[in-house]
């Protein structure tokens, strides 16, 4: 469905996307020039897209596990992770894009307001690769668009006025784009309203909801890896080594964890990358645990014994005789795990140690719209609202999982 | 007996001053790697060389750092972490003067916590409605899920601001000073309501599961069914019999929940601007008052530490089984 609504956009990125590796061919140094992290993430999700409807109708029968038992919680997690991969297909603004304030600011949710287009002023004879940056400003917006204007109402009688709260200003018809002879006049609907900068909440609602996801998968899988390193050495080798393993994770455990992510933020300063460090070193001790008992159990089972006699290697065995095994106590623990890293994570943000200003994200966006709280709650409604559902899928669904895995405690 | 317990104390305490050690161990280590010169926090790079160099001398910067880390050590034993750059005073009497607020506060919500999931489960039992266990339980894992900051800022929105019934922030009134004694705590109390909401609601939640869950386990057992058979009334039953030994399990889990306690009550302290340790530590990572954080983290640390030995000593109180556990 999305695919028909969002056809003009997907067909805009893949132009460009043709356009751009002509121009990789015949001028590569500008071509490098042009490329940033928007540019990137549009090419790839829409191959990602593209690919994968061929991939649901290949594996149709592997995806059947959907449909016998799709309700709400494991409906809403496929719906996020949906928006985590398709962001720019599913909103192509930018997150931070704010203009006209004195229009646009602290408008309630379904609210719509004009917006007039004017003409680009495109200079003649341009070089190719100046062509296709303005062809690509065209399709992935900037964060400020000269040639947009938010009104309140307009008037169109030989010239436009335009009226924005107690301003009046007026500007010639010819300056106007115009479509079959006719002046530009839209509506800008804002589906959650907008913020203190006029910006549109839904996009940067969706646009937070990719970074509370890929911090939590980033975060998650570290946490994997160090706990299941340390859980098999642990519990493998025995001994000393599980003596002061073991001394370490209590520690970790008697540390108030988010004081402790508070002090290393402070101190090595915030970014996307050393939040996912932090949270990711903070939450890998009930892995190690569950890691640790279940490889004291399968040490003692024959397969494991014949394995080490065959002489594997430690790799091998933990991949091949140990991963298979614990997979599932592994991978209830995971999810919860993501629900309390998402949640650490919109808690450091709310507090202002998040990662920063740069991308909009459920904490921050919390913490400014409480300023506000007197005249704007749909600030703090709908990022709140998103977080609580997320939370709750994701717990509910371990807690299905946990069922699943483990039918003795189903009672 | 008696020196039994002696050596059981001794092993437990042995063991919380090795955790203790291992945190000033790892927060010398965190501090050490953080980057830049130490020296930049004192005087500006501008002011040339011999300064800084000064001040790496005196503050004896410029010795092994396995000296540095002994030195350390010494400090915080001898309780002398530094100076407050902001308050100009020994960090520990900083965190002290806001530590106490904390400590009351969570101390509040922690029996809060306790006291009613306790009672919902027990009514959950005494009920017996198969419908409305089922719709507690959802709505447990609903309550669990909301993150501190939206319920608090959601209870502001609906009691402080639409219906003006609860104060937004901070700890007493304007004209609290004219008071009497029993209205200042009063008053103090009607301050406290929406922070001790926000920050007990997911804990209640946490609590009851696992209440909830140990009791039904316990209901299960052969001596109740057989106390239920001989005619004992059930109210005996859940009091002298479930209780006690549904409860056990929890002393465990509460001394590790109180880590939770902290970090959610330094979100509550911030959310309503609460004169709390937690607000003090981001106050001071926000102006970047280095010495104070380091103090508040060892604070936090050292209080968990100590709750998780007192749960282990009432532990041993409780369950004497565990005493021969540990012994062999």
């Known amino acids: 469905m999305i695919v028909i609504i969002r056809f003009n956009l997907v067909a805009g ?43 649901i109708v290949l594996f149709k029968k592997k995806w059947t596990f959907l449909k016998n038992k799709l309700n709400f919680s494991f409906a809403f997690l496929i719906a996020l992770c949906f928006i985590f991969l398709f962001t720019p297909i599913i909103s192509n603004e930018n997150p931070e894009f704010s203009k006209n304030l004195s229009v646009t600011k602290l408008l309630p949710p379904l609210s719509t307001v004009k917006l007039i287009q004017l003409k680009s002023n495109e200079s003649g004879s341009i070089s190719e690769s100046e062509k296709f940056r303005q062809r690509m400003d065209k399709i992935i917006k900037l964060s400020y668009n000269d040639n947009i204007i938010f009104t309140d109402s307009v008037k169109l009688a030989g010239t436009v006025k335009y009226y924005q709260k107690h301003d ?81 994770t209590e520690t970790f455990l008697a540390f108030p964890v988010i004081y402790l992510v508070v002090l290393i933020l402070a101190l090595f300063g915030s970014s996307i990358f050393s939040v996912i460090i932090v949270l990711g070193i903070s939450g890998w001790m009930s892995l190690f645990k569950i890691v640790k008992s279940e490889v004291l159990s399968i040490k003692q089972k024959d397969f494991f014994s014949t394995a080490e006699l065959v002489g594997l290697r430690k790799s091998q065995l933990l991949l091949k005789e140990i991963l298979p095994v614990i ?44 300023q506000y709280i007197n005249r704007a709650w749909w600030l703090v409604a709908f990022p709140g609202l998103g977080l609580i559902l997320t939370l709750f899928s994701v717990n509910s669904s371990g807690r299905m999982l946990g069922k699943i895995f483990n039918p003795r405690l189903n009672t | 007996m008696n020196s039994r317990i002696l050596k059981i104390l001794l092993k437990r305490l042995s063991s919380s001053l090795l955790t203790l050690f291992l945190l000033v161990s790892i927060l010398f280590i965190i501090i050490r790697l953080s980057p830049g010169d130490p020296t930049d926090k004192y005087v500006s790079a501008k002011l040339g060389n011999e300064l800084s160099e000064k001040i790496a001398e005196k503050f004896s910067l410029n010795q092994p750092v396995v000296d540095q880390y002994f030195s350390f050590l010494l400090n915080v034993i001898k309780g002398d972490l530094g100076i407050s750059y902001n308050y100009r005073l020994p960090v520990f009497k900083v965190v002290w003067e806001y530590f106490s607020f904390t400590l009351v506060f969570a101390s509040i919500s922690f029996v809060l916590q306790i006291t009613l999931s306790i009672a919902i489960s027990l009514w959950i039992i005494k009920k017996q409605n198969k419908k409305l266990e089922k719709l507690i339980s959802n709505s447990s894992l609903f309550v669990y899920s909301i993150p501190s900051f939206v ?68 209901l299960h057992q052969a001596f109740i069914i057989n106390l239920q058979a001989s005619g004992v009334s059930e109210k005996v039953i859940l009091r002298k019999h479930v209780m006690p030994n549904a409860l056990r399990p929890l002393i465990s889990v509460a001394g590790v929940e109180l880590g939770l306690l902290m970090s959610g009550a330094l979100i509550t302290e911030v959310i309503f601007s609460l004169p709390g340790m937690g607000r003090l530590a981001i106050e001071s990572v926000l102006s970047r008052d280095y010495p104070l954080i380091i103090a508040c983290v060892f604070t936090a640390g050292a209080v968990i530490i100590l709750a998780n030995f007192f749960a282990d000593i009432i532990k041993l109180k409780v369950d004497k089984r565990l005493i021969k556990g540990i012994l062999n």
């Open chain 1, 168 to 248: 009046v200003k007026e500007i010639i018809l010819e300056e106007i784009l115009t479509e079959d002879g006719l002046p530009v006049v839209k509506e800008k609907f804002f589906l959650l309203g907008t913020d203190e900068f006029g910006r549109d909440l839904f996009v940067r609602l969706i646009f937070g909801t990719r970074i509370s996801i890929a911090i939590g998968f980033g975060a998650v899988i570290l946490s994997l890896f160090i706990g299941i390193i340390l859980g098999f050495t642990a519990g493998y080798r025995g001994g000393l080594p599980d003596i002061i393993l073991n001394r370490f």
């Open chain 2, 151 to 218: 319920l608090g800022v959601a209870l502001i929105y609906l009691f402080s601001v639409s219906l003006n019934l609860f104060p937004i922030s901070g700890l007493k009134s304007l004209d609290y000073e004219n008071l009497s004694f029993f209205s200042k705590i009063l008053n103090r109390l009607y301050h406290l309501v929406l922070p001790l909401v926000t920050l007990s609601a997911a804990g209640i939640a946490m609590f009851y599961k696992y209440i909830k869950e140990s009791m039904d386990e316990v």
């Open chain 1, 327 to 370: 997979v599932a106590p592994v991978l209830v623990n995971m999810v919860f795990l993501f629900s309390n890293i998402v949640l650490a994570e919109a808690a450091l943000s709310y507090l202002g140690l998040g990662i920063g200003n740069s991308y909009p994200s459920w904490g921050s966006m919390i913490s400014s719209g409480q």
């Open chain 1, 13 to 55: 990125y893949l132009t460009l996307f043709f356009n751009y590796i002509g121009l990789l061919v015949r001028d590569t140094k500008a071509a490098a020039a042009i490329v940033n992290f928007s540019f990137i993430d549009a090419v790839l999700s829409v191959i990602m897209f593209l690919l994968i409807i061929p991939l």
